[in-house]
């Protein structure tokens, strides 16, 4: 591997007229508002020991270059930063912030005729600090142009050249706001250490920061012609930027490897673009979901990287690409992207078909409920090769999930480990052959699980499933059992015949809206106070619903005060069930535990 090695101050990576080029496979600004603290915490330390004490040495870590010849000159090298982006570009705002302080001062003393050395001073700083850090003139294909020290990626390309000039530019970007901001805090920083009344001071003070970039910040710029080396490289080397998620790395190495097909290399950067324009932890369970759901195997904790990218770009290790290759990346990265959509929808409890009969709104809601209220996304890669199914039929496997998961996970708190493996090869079959895999497929694969959570011992934890008064724990899954309950109620007391069947799907009830209330009361008072209820009003058969167009007065009074609510509730069970009662004591809420209980075991099965 030729690689050079050289660790230098910053200011000499910006002698002899370097060229320096972000390649397209490279990401975005990405440096925030901590990334800058730290950066200027660093630069006013080593003002402050410059300035007061004894200069010191500052490492910013390493960038890494491949050397290439800029065409169109004669002596000119470029180089392509294939890490270090972030640094480099942050120095240079360093040196903008310089210039325009130095603008800012001859505007102060235009006019003034004892200041016409200091003025021609800055004057020559401003075009010093110009030509080797932002822009310079050279004889290209003999004819003189201005090039640019730095060109970000296409992303950040036009906007970066024309803020470096103070050229107004539409800030499109996330990315553009970070330049920004980074902008405006390191600018903030130069003027509060620097600033002095006297003029001479002052510019001794600014003469600091030149000197600090000049010999104190050093880099380790590792130098090589070799592609794959370079790359190797920027994998493993991120001590000091950002670092790098398995999206950021698969898009770069995606783009790279078309570098010789730019019109592939466009689209499949708009597309990587949009998979990664989530928050890196929501791309990585999506990029994690896709693998599992196309592979039937779950990538390692610490791999996702190099398993993506053998099974779905194995051209990364190709000498050399095709064109038909480069199309098979363009057709591959973009069924990723058709994938992540998908995928969102899901994640957000969306429905990921059209809205079509005989699939009702109530239908559509379960799947916001497995998503939101068991926080269950360990089914994403499953559910994502079931999507290739007709809609009737991705609505039945949601059914069984969401019951299979309240009875296996939520109350027998069993082995999530054995039912996500489950879940990945199960993708990875239905996958092979979507027009042969139905429900039942899965069911028979689920039901030895069943077997842990049987239902002697499903009834028993039943009793220990109780409303959470503290602790932090969630009392969602509690309300998803009683809005279930009431669901299935008309279908339980009809026979209970058959899969269990919502026999009113036009009354759904908010999730969010709807509350738990305590029928004895969570908070009693006085004369309404019953110490022989006190033990069990958290249990289940003290509880109950309230829709969103329910009466919720009378919290803490005792049953016959709330009993009217209970007859005009708009769920069933409290008006047939709760209303009914003749009196609420322990016998009518171990009456109710009970009916519940054998309600929910013909409820939660498979």
């Known amino acids: 591997m030729d690689v050079r090695p050289l660790y230098h101050p910053v200011g000499e990576l910006f002698k002899y007229q370097p060229v320096y080029r972000v390649p397209a496979y490279q990401r975005s600004y990405s440096w925030e508002q901590l990334e800058i603290e730290d950066f200027i915490r660093d630069l006013e330390n080593c003002y402050n020991k410059r300035k007061y004490d004894k200069a010191v040495v500052h490492f910013f870590g390493q960038i890494v270059c491949i050397e290439e010849k800029l065409q169109g000159t004669y002596d000119l090298s470029y180089f392509e930063l294939v890490d270090g982006q972030q640094r480099v570009a942050t120095f240079i705002l360093l040196v903008l912030s310089l210039k325009k302080t130095y603008e800012s001062i001859i505007i102060e003393i235009q006019g003034e005729a004892e200041f016409i050395n200091q003025k021609n001073i800055l004057n020559e700083r401003i075009q010093d600090l110009s030509k080797r850090y932002l822009f310079f003139q050279k004889e290209v294909l003999e004819s003189f142009e201005e090039i640019n020290v730095l060109e970000l990626s296409n992303r950040d390309k036009v906007f970066f050249r024309a803020f470096i000039r103070n050229i107004e530019a539409p800030q499109q970007r996330e990315s553009h706001r970070l330049i920004r901001q980074a902008f405006d805090m390191i600018h903030k920083k130069v003027n509060e250490i620097t600033f002095s009344a006297n003029l001479k001071d002052r510019l001794g003070n600014l003469k600091t920061i030149e000197q600090i970039l000049e010999n104190d910040f050093c880099i380790l710029n590792m130098i090589t012609g070799d592609r794959k080396a370079a790359f190797k490289l920027f994998q493993v080397l991120n001590n000091r930027g950002k670092n790098l998620t398995e999206g950021d790395l698969l898009r770069a190495e995606s783009l790279r490897i078309l570098e010789p097909f730019p019109a592939n290399q466009g689209v499949v950067e708009e597309a990587w673009d949009n998979i990664l324009s989530d928050t890196p932890i929501l791309t990585e369970r999506f990029l994690r979901a ?172 039943l009793d220990d499933f109780k409303y959470q008064q503290t602790g932090g724990k969630s009392n969602k899954p509690l309300k998803y059992f009683l809005l279930t309950m009431e669901y299935y109620f008309r279908w339980y007391k009809d026979g209970a015949n058959g899969e269990p069947t919502c026999m009113d799907k036009e009354r759904v009830y908010d999730f969010g809206d709807s509350t738990i209330e305590h029928i004895y009361p969570n908070n009693a008072q006085g004369a309404v106070i019953d110490q022989t209820l006190e033990p069990l009003k958290n249990t289940i058969g003290n509880l109950t619903i309230l829709g969103n167009a329910d009466n919720r007065t009378g919290d803490n009074d005792d049953f016959e005060t709330k009993r009217p609510i209970f007859k005009d509730s708009s769920l069933m069970m409290n008006r047939e069930d709760v209303a009914n009662t003749a009196n609420w004591d322990n016998a009518a809420i171990e009456l109710r535990t009970a009916d519940l209980k054998k309600m929910a075991l013909r409820i939660f099965t498979i």
Request: with cysteine; hydrophobic share 40%.
């Open 290 to 461: 896709i693998y599992g759901s196309h592979t039937g195997s779950k990538a390692s904790a610490n791999s996702l990287f190099n398993e993506f990218l053998t099974h779905f770009i194995p051209e990364y290790d190709f000498e050399f690409i095709e064109p038909k290759n480069a199309e098979e990346i363009q057709v591959k990265v973009k069924n990723i992207e058709t994938d992540i959509a998908i995928l969102r929808k899901i994640n957000h409890g969306q429905w990921p078909y059209e809205q079509k009969q005989p699939i009702e709104h109530w239908d559509r809601n379960r799947i916001h409920l497995l998503i939101h209220a068991f926080d269950h996304t360990a089914c994403l890669p499953f559910l994502l090769s079931a999507s290739l199914l007709d809609h009737k039929e991705f609505n039945k496997i949601i059914h069984v999930i969401e019951r299979f998961v309240f009875r296996y996970l939520i109350v027998c708190n069993q082995y999530i480990g054995d039912l996500i493996m489950i879940y990945t090869e199960e993708a990875k079959v239905l996958r092979d052959n979507p027009q042969a895999y139905t429900a039942q497929n899965l069911i028979a694969r689920l039901k030895p699980l069943i077997d842990r959570s049987d239902d002697e011992m499903f009834n028993r934890l």
